[in-house]
């Protein structure tokens, strides 16, 4: 069984830039959560897809977009870099929800994205 | 509004010692707590949720509805568990549609020798 991966692990990029960050999902599960965390704080819920459709978001502009492909993996856009958006990446998979019950969330090692 | 505070971002003990480090939550309904911990150089993982219930390396955390917390208590704090630890919290209700997770900002526990 392999772990979630995520690449690249860190990249420079200029604001007004655009950027794609990508998640690999731990075997046999069908739902990948994206976090921002930014330097000093929690991870911040940005959205989740499961079995390809986005099935939520947090309070993050349009400008983050993503996508989930028919192997569960991810990615994350982002259009229009901005200072602020410098942060770790972090990607979670899970197997979904039953019940109304949460399952487990596997966490990634994270995308260290800097905007100068 | 879904939101987890952790008080305090630096909490040290000495070995052997008895360790608490708090959360506190607001939730409109009935919510999951968890903690995570991150150790050195490692990714987020988790450490125990209070439906289950378990004790998890010596840590426990008892959900207390009436003061809204979830602390995490250990009677006996070890060096391996300097580590950084979030709370957090996802809405349970029905039908659910995505289980975001919300995080606290971080208690980063060093135990000394």
């Known amino acids: 069984e392999t772990g979630v991966t995520q690449s690249p692990t860190h990249l420079i990029k200029t604001r007004g830039q655009q950027v794609t960050l990508r998640c690999s999902s731990q075997?046999?599960?069908?739902?990948v959560s994206w976090y921002q965390q930014a330097l000093g704080q929690g991870p911040q819920f940005i959205f989740q897809?499961?079995?390809?459709?986005?099935?939520g978001r947090g309070n993050f502009p349009p400008r983050f977009s993503g996508l989930q492909f028919p192997n569960y993996s991810s990615e994350l856009n982002v259009n229009a870099l901005e200072l602020d958006d410098s942060a770790l990446y972090l990607c979670?998979?899970?197997?979904?929800?039953?019940?109304?019950?949460?399952?487990?969330?596997?966490f990634g090692p994270g995308t260290r994205l800097t905007v100068t | 509004a879904q939101r987890v505070t952790q008080p305090e971002k630096l909490l040290s003990v000495f070995k052997g010692a008895p360790v608490e480090l708090k959360c506190n939550y607001s939730?409109?309904?009935?919510?999951?707590l968890f903690w995570y911990v991150q150790y050195s150089r490692q990714r987020l993982q988790l450490l125990l949720r209070?439906?289950s219930r378990e004790s998890i390396k010596g840590f426990t955390a008892d959900l207390n509805k009436g003061e809204t917390s979830f602390h995490l208590k250990k009677p006996f704090a070890q060096e391996e568990d300097s580590a950084m630890y979030y709370c957090?919290?996802?809405?349970?209700?029905?039908?659910?549609?995505?289980?975001?997770?919300?995080f606290g900002a971080g208690t980063r526990l060093t135990v000394k020798p």
């Open positions: 979670a998979s899970s197997l979904g929800l039953a019940g109304g019950e949460a399952y487990e969330q596997y």
């Open positions: 075997s046999g599960h069908n739902t």
């Open positions: 897809y499961y079995r390809e459709e986005e099935n």
């Open positions: 939730y409109s309904g009935s919510p999951e």
């Open positions: 209070h439906i």
């Open positions: 957090a919290l996802s809405g349970r209700y029905l039908p659910r549609t995505h289980n975001d997770m919300r």
